[in-house]
């Protein structure tokens, strides 16, 4: 199965998201769902037309990569500063400073976010009610 990789990022007209292997996948929006929707929206068009791209005629996945900025501030509502210093162990100060753009996360500190991130997520899928 072939995985699309969409850039999700954050400028000063809302959110853009462009395929990292796939030219023709583009999408935008005011919100980070709106920009996903759109690309969702482009790439049924792309189906429609004789032109689709040889990766969207068979199987494939997206995957989301956000720019540390995004992503802070899209989950914002649902992962307070406090409760992403817990799952990642990076003070909640140097964490606004992150989602404000103030300073740039370096390798190391994006990696155990999104390791921090994934491992809850897993988690999660354990959980039965």
Excluded at 85 to 111: A, D
Aim: net charge negative.
């Amino acid at each position: 199965m072939k995985t699309i990789r969409i850039i999700i990022e954050k400028n000063q007209d809302g959110f853009w998201g462009y395929s990292e292997n796939e030219k023709s996948i583009v999408g935008g929006g005011d919100t980070v769902q709106e920009c996903k929707q759109d690309v969702l929206d482009c790439i049924e068009t792309l189906k429609e037309v004789n032109t689709c791209p040889q990766s969207l005629k068979g199987e494939y996945e997206l995957t989301y990569k956000f720019d540390t900025i995004s992503l802070l501030n899209y989950y914002k509502g649902v992962f307070t500063n406090s409760a992403l210093e817990k799952i990642t162990g990076i003070n909640q100060k140097q964490l606004q400073h992150y989602s404000t753009g103030h300073r740039k996360p370096r390798v190391e500190q994006r990696e155990k976010i999104e390791s921090a991130l994934h491992s809850l997520g897993k988690e999660l899928l354990a959980v039965e009610l």
